[in-house]
Structures are given as C-alpha cells and as structure tokens.
C-alpha cells in the first residue's frame, strides 16, 4: 500500500509554545489529508479535512485558530498546534487519499504522540 | 450521524483460539468498510476493506463479513497469536450522498490480547 510518513513520532514541548507535526504522502499524491485525535482507550476524532491548496474544514468544537492546518502541497500537510496546554496532549493521526482513491481508502501516518509540560 | 460500536472493549483468549470481534453501525448507507490494527503508541494498518457490496474479505487467518441491511461487520481471527495482540478498529466510509468529505467514522476498538 501506499506510504504516508508523520514527523516527529513524539515530542514534548512546553506549555505555552507552538508545535508543527507534518504529514507526507511518499509515493503519492494527496489531494485530500485527515487529521485524527485519539485520546488513551478512546477512538479517533476526525479533527479536520484538507484539500490540497485550499482552506481546512473544521469538525465542531475542534478551535481553527488553536489547530492550524496547511496543505500547501500535494505531499505535505501540516498540523501546528498553537499556545499548547497540558489539555491537547494526545496522539495525533494523519491520514492521506489521492485522487483515485476518493472512494476507497486512506491510508494512516504512525502518530505523533504530544505532550505538553 | 454515524455512529460505530465495537463489542467487546476488550477480549482476552489463549493462544490457538479462533475469535469474533464485532462492529456494528446505525446508518446503513456506506461506502465500505475497513478493520484496522493499531499496536500501543502506534499508527493504524489497514486489515482489511470490504466494499459495500460485497459479504466478505479474507486475508490469511483474517476474515471480515459485512451485512449492511442490519448494519453489523465481524472480524473472524483464527488459530490467534500472541502477536496478534493489539486494538482492532473498524471504521466506515458514508456514501457520496451522505458524506461530502467521506471521511471514516471510527469505532472505539477491541483490545485483544493472546496469551501465550
């Protein structure tokens, strides 16, 4: 299957600052990212959709302007989490479609697992 | 809106058992399924697909059936190991009239763990 890669795998930042985690399709290209929160033993929650070159659509009750999300390019999406609190620790998933695969599935990055001090 | 639910939260059984993990969903009109495998701290890997017309999927000791009129999926595992431990989520895809993005909804997942 097709190869999506997440940077970094972990990090721990502390409170107060910004994180960028990205998300790269390695051997296609992504017109449409997904980005997920799953909380320990919990399922994940889709936090936004992106199309490349277009502005992200928000599920309710996900803070546009806490979770920046830019798909600037056919291969790279990326997630900032802004002014981050001990509260947006979680393990954040990725996952990317191409064009032909509108209607089939997507395949998912490693996570990246964020904590905040 | 959709809605999935995984029963059981969790399963324990001994190595060589054959096993069922259940998914059920409240709106029938989807696109597909899939059953993921996702391992502590980690991402999701895709099991396996079944599109919405079709019954079954198998893949090795992996057999997925879908019966979308009554809104239910299994995940059938035989002869377990213990390497097949992790947490197993299904999730489905709406159909283009119902879901613009089409995006997966997620069950909550099984936590199986084999013992040895």
């Known amino acids: 299957g097709a190869v999506v890669s997440q940077h970094p795998s972990w990090v721990i930042c502390k409170s107060g600052t910004s994180v960028k985690i990205e998300c790269r399709s390695l051997?296609?290209?992504?017109?449409?990212m997904f980005w997920y929160r799953q909380f320990p033993k919990q399922s994940l929650m889709l936090m936004a959709t992106s199309n490349e070159g277009s502005k992200a659509t928000y599920e309710q009750g996900v803070e546009k302007d806490k979770f920046l999300i830019n798909h600037a390019s056919l291969t790279l999406s990326t997630l900032t989490v802004t002014s981050a609190h001990p509260e947006d620790s979680s393990f954040y998933i990725c996952?990317?479609?191409?064009?032909?695969?509108?209607?089939?599935?997507?395949?998912f990055g490693q996570g990246t697992r964020l904590t905040v001090v | 809106k959709q809605e999935v639910t995984q029963i059981p939260a969790a399963l324990s059984v001994p190595e060589g058992e054959n096993l069922v993990l259940n998914c059920s969903f409240t709106d029938s009109a989807i696109y597909n399924l899939q059953w993921f495998r996702q391992d502590p701290g980690k991402g999701l890997t895709s099991l396996l697909l079944?599109?919405?017309?079709?019954r079954e999927q198998t893949s090795g000791r992996l057999n997925a059936s879908l019966d979308k009129s009554s809104g239910r999926s299994t995940l059938y595992i035989a002869a377990s190991q213990p390497g097949d431990s992790a947490t197993y989520l299904c999730?489905?895809?709406?159909?283009?009239?119902?879901?613009?993005?089409?995006?997966?909804?997620f069950g909550s997942g099984t936590q199986l763990t084999v013992l040895p």
């Open positions: 999730a489905v895809r709406p159909t283009f009239s119902s879901g613009s993005a089409r995006q997966l909804t």
């Open positions: 051997d296609f290209q992504a017109t449409t």
């Open positions: 996952s990317a479609k191409g064009f032909m695969s509108a209607y089939t599935e997507a395949f």
């Open positions: 079944i599109q919405s017309s079709q």
